[in-house]
């Protein structure tokens, strides 16, 4: 009698683990759609302003200076990811964004190491510029 109500009794806790996992999933969740806009959003806005590294290319064009900006990118410890100055300048060209630049002249870009936060910091700096064709 045992033997045969032990299959039963497995059978039955089995049925009721897998109805109370169950978890529905959305086929186009809202907010991943909203995210990856903003973020094809701001990676459009930040290609659209220009770097200038030689203050010489903007002789001739009228510019209006619209403030310092700068970006970081931190290599919290010595196993995580280097320290990219791509990513530190595309976060710069994207402070200069909001401000409504179309130009930066970057006055410097270097990995540095004295940051107490970062084993290994990337920082670019430079001026956003308005210039006008």
């Known amino acids: 009698m045992r033997l045969r109500l032990l299959p039963l009794c497995m059978v039955i806790v089995g049925l009721t683990g897998c109805t109370t996992a169950y978890k529905p999933v959305e086929p186009f969740p809202e907010k991943n759609l909203t995210q990856n806009h ?10 659209s302003v220009q770097l200038y590294t030689d203050p010489a290319d903007l002789i001739n064009k009228p510019f209006r200076d619209l403030g310092e900006v700068s970006g970081e990118d931190c290599q919290a410890s010595i196993q995580n990811s280097p320290a990219n100055l791509s990513i530190a300048r595309k976060r710069m060209q ?17 990995v540095i190491t004295t940051n107490s936060v970062c084993y290994r910091e990337a920082v670019c700096q430079g001026s956003a510029l308005k210039v006008t064709q």
């Open 38 to 47: 903003d973020r094809v959003h701001k990676m459009h806005r930040a290609s």
């Open 94 to 110: 994207l402070k200069a964004a909001t401000l409504k630049a179309n130009a930066i002249l970057v006055h410097q870009c270097e």
